[in-house]
């Protein structure tokens, strides 16, 4: 039985993991630099990846003028990114259903609830598990797990969305059925526990996921 949808936030609900990426290319191209995507694809979903993202730039640059401006130039782009196409219609389809309705994220509570507050959507939200509640992040199981406590159902009753490999990793983990939803900056991976892969969340309805649940079930 469905009771309860817990959601992925960065890249998912709303795309904030590209547009840190084109923040960091917006800021090569004014300094006249060449910007490999590439370099910052890889490490989207973790928190543990140490990289130099300024090796383009002159060793005696003053990194902390060009973070204050990366930071910045990714804030005003994040905040005028709107949710993902289906997100709004899932989630209000879930509510209205009974359905509990959780988050599950690899960053801060005042990172998440400060973009679902902007946007108007923290309201929609029953229980929200992050990365500061927890000992490890993802791809380890815990916030999710933390989830699920918090929502009051196990993880056979519910359904965890998913854009990045660690996170769908960590969903598998906790022992959820994984819908995987790559954004730009994930479609080149691979996600082996996506029990369903979608190109996006307005591409599947409440009923249609409850479908293809009770299917698979019977099919066991």
Known sequence: MLRALIFDFDGLLVDTETVLIDAWVQLHDEDGLKADRGILHHIVGHTDVVHD???????????????????????????????????LALLNAARDAGLKIGLASNSTHAHVEGHLAHRGMLKLFDFIACRDDVAIGKPEPDVYLAALRGLGVDANEAVAFEDSVPGHVAAHRAGLRVV??????????????????LESLADISLKSLTDILNRDSQGR
């Open 180 to 197: 995987v939803v790559p954004n730009p900056s994930t479609r080149h991976c691979e996600f082996p526990y996506g029990g369903i892969i």
């Open 53 to 87: 993202y300024w090796t383009a730039y002159a060793p005696d640059i003053d990194r902390a003028t060009l973070e204050e401006r990366y930071r910045t130039t990714a804030r005003q782009l994040t905040l005028a990114a709107p949710p993902l196409p289906g997100a």
